[in-house]
């Protein structure tokens, strides 16, 4: 009896189409995967029809979400990438010239770990190491004002230049409290405390430049 090479549906002998999707019926039709090679026809073209409804959902809730909370646009997305690249260089450039402002940094910081390996309890990190860390955080600082000029004159992107404003002056705000740590200003609870309030007002900021300056809308098709 012969089988609809769509569906896989068993017709009659003298079917000449086939009684479930319509589809012509040859004689000699055999179902696809009856010989145990492959799924049947009709299993291909449903998983097919799934992945594309799979696929239109996908592509609305990205509508959706650009209609909503609105898209970046397209030539800030391409240079991102370009910005994102120089950054992480000149984050590399900004650790080698910490270790060679402080030569003795990794010596003292070997030291220091292998102390509380030995005490097996905390212990206040040196003055130095804590200098080297308050040295970077000002260069990690200088360094975001600069990418927030760049963004400006590249991207021009206020919302973006914003941002990295705001991750400089945390990072500035994050090597004042380490030089108060190292002179003994505040104690290491207290420091951790004021570098988590912080990181909360970083946040709070990041928030209202996003609410205040919203990327442009999308309608969706």
């Known amino acids: 009896m012969p089988y609809c090479s769509k569906c896989g549906a068993l017709n009659g002998e003298d079917a000449a189409f086939c009684a479930k999707c319509g589809t012509p019926v040859s004689p000699a039709a055999t179902p696809a995967g009856a010989s145990g090679q492959g799924a049947p026809a009709g299993a291909e073209d449903f998983a097919d029809r ?15 979400t650009a209609w909503r909370f ?12 370009v910005l994102g690249s120089i950054s992480a260089g000149a984050i590399l450039v900004i650790i080698a010239v910490s270790i060679l402002s ?6 003292l910081l070997g030291d220091y770990f292998r102390l509380m390996g030995t005490l097996n309890a905390f212990v206040r990190p040196p003055a130095e190491i804590v200098d080297v860390g308050a040295f970077f955080f000002v260069a990690v600082g200088v360094w975001s004002f600069i990418l927030a000029v760049l963004r400006i004159l590249v991207q021009r992107s206020a919302r973006k230049a914003l941002d990295s404003v705001l991750g400089a002056l945390y990072c500035l705000y994050l090597a004042y409290l380490l030089y108060a740590y190292a002179g003994l200003r505040v104690g290491t609870l207290g420091f951790l405390a004021f570098a988590v309030v912080g990181l909360g007002l970083l946040v709070i900021g990041e928030g209202l430049v996003a609410a205040a300056m919203p990327w442009p809308r999308t309608p969706t098709a």
């Not at 594309?52 to 592509?59: H, I, L, P, T, V």
């Open 70 to 81: 609105g898209r970046e646009p397209p030539e800030v997305a391409r240079t991102d990438a």
């Open 102 to 107: 402080y030569p003795d940094s990794l010596r």
């Open 50 to 64: 799934m992945k594309q409804e799979a696929e239109r959902f996908s592509g609305r809730v990205r509508d959706e």
